[in-house]
């Protein structure tokens, strides 16, 4: 099971108002260590190995100034059992790995994946 997230650019122009489709500021920090701010979404997507390949199964999409709390507190586990759920459903067995970057690391998803 692979889970991982990405922006999304809004289409609406930024104001000092509250706007309308949930889009925020937010902040991607690159591999590099070089930190851009962007307004818009963030896009988190689950995935399961098959052997045609990844093949996408659960995803959600947050406003850009989601915190990492909130991703290991309700976005990952909800991705985590869905894909779970359907991989054993469809092909038949338990997930035997969980590939996640460091934004993931904390003991909560360490458990679920454990206990899943």
Do not use: W
């Not at 500021?25 to 690159?30: E, K, M, Q, V, Y």
């Not at 988190?44 to 659960?58: C, D, E, H, M, Q």
């Not at 406003?63 to 359907?86: G, R, Y």
């Amino acid at each position: 099971m692979i889970i991982d997230s990405t922006d999304i650019k809004a289409h609406e122009k930024p104001s000092r108002e509250k706007s309308t489709s949930g889009a925020s500021f937010g902040r991607r920090t690159a591999s590099t260590g070089e930190s851009k701010m962007y307004f818009g979404y963030k896009l988190y997507l689950s995935a399961v190995n098959t052997f045609i390949g990844p093949v996408p199964v659960a995803a959600r999409v947050a406003p850009a100034n989601c915190s990492d709390v909130d991703v290991d507190e309700e976005i990952a586990p909800k991705l985590m059992k869905e894909t779970c759920d359907f991989h054993e459903s469809v092909l038949e067995y338990k997930p035997f790995y969980y590939l996640l970057d460091a934004a993931y690391d904390s003991i909560s998803i360490y458990i679920q994946a454990i206990e899943q």
